[in-house]
């Protein structure tokens, strides 16, 4: 006797179960694959499209996500779950206003529970009510004192207000994120001692722009606290760090670790220096191109202004670039040659737009950073967004204009076209999110009138 075949229900209810289980052991592929197996054989329901949205965000498709999670709320209305879900989606796509939306709705059907809070204190912040944001962190807290990421965040918060002193003492939270464990050393962490006849390693976390930002923070220990300091820090910035005042040793990550009595990441600094606002080390140049090179542009003294551009950064945690053609605005401005210091695929672009004459690559000649800098100290000005370009461009003391989203990061503060980490950087942020319009605008009127200063002069 031949077994009855199944029927399209149970064919997806089979195909729903292959799906769930390929999606919790990380096959997202196959997981949606077989999730649309089970919507063609006519499978309504929440969670299938719930689970469905969730894999498509994994894979940056946010957009199928965002319908996928309102086909779920249309079966099942009081899910606090696919609310939530729904506003992360929006918060990637930086939709704030709808983000906020759907995160409150969460809160609500979910009766505040901590997650449902924390999610709504990410998007608030991001809508630019960093406040609000603090108060969400904190009910978080209330009821869930070890939630590691919102410590974090609401670190952040405070950075991103200013309050350096408790956001610096905060900021140590991020040792509890599962992404960057503590760092186990056989020397104990210094706590500020006088370091007369010791020796101190700092050593490397984060990333480029980071390491870039708090090196400032060296010449200061040395000062105060005298001792040895030896600097530890990724390959590419090597060269670069040997100019920094105060640094005895350079080494690269993944080296032998020489002797040293202490050791403290580099990013602890500002707390154990108690940093405010207002003690903020900010002199520049606190970087310095090695000196002698032979990197020379060979350009004609009397050519306009030379501008350096950067538009496009690393995708996570947050892709900061702006479209290539945005830069192609400024091209038109007479006397203003502009050169790409862009390093990556992205570089690409200049040849995709037809514009190598235009803005001539230089990034196939930058090394290391000591390469960049040799290059930006024979610039008149550099653009790029939100990147490690923008913190090696302030720290050598450079004429730079930086790119902010909406939401920008926690280092630009708010509502400020300065910044009091670099005195030679002005901030051109977006009024609204998504769009570069305004700031491209303002960049080009801004460009025109330097140059007509130029000519002036």
Known sequence: MSEEKPNREELAIR?????????????????IEHYGHAISLGMESADLYNNLGVALRSKKRQHAAIGCYHRAIQLKPDNPGAYSNLGNAYRDLARYTQAVRAHRKSVALAK???ESVYNLGLAIRDFGKVEESITCF??????RPDHGECKWDRAISFLQLGDYEEGFKQYEARWLLARTPPRPMEAPAWDGGDLEDKTLLLYQEQGFGDMLQFV??????????????????????VRLFQ???????????????PEHDFATPLLSLPKILGTTL????????YIRAPQPHTMRLNTPPDMGLKVGIVWAGKMTPRDRSCPYTQMLDLLDIPGVHFYSLQRDERAGDIDKFGCSALSPNLGDRMGDFADTATIMEQLDLIITIDSAVAHLAGGLGCQVWTLLLYASDWRWLMDRDDSPWYPT????????????DSVFTNVKMALEQLMEEKNQA
């Open 112 to 114: 505040g529970t901590p």
């Open 138 to 143: 904190d009910r978080v807290l209330d009821a």
């Open 15 to 31: 195909h729903f179960n292959t799906a769930a289980k390929a999606h919790r052991e990380n096959d997202i592929d196959l997981a």
């Open 216 to 237: 400032r923070f060296v010449p200061l220990i040395k000062e105060r606290f005298g001792g040895k300091i030896i600097l530890e820090c990724q390959p590419p910035l």
């Open 278 to 285: 207002e003690t903020l080390p900010n002199q520049v140049p």
């Open 243 to 257: 100019s920094v005042n105060g640094v005895d040793q350079v080494i690269p990550v993944g080296a032998p670790l």
């Open 425 to 436: 950087m002005r901030l051109f942020r977006q009024q609204e999110p998504n769009n570069w």
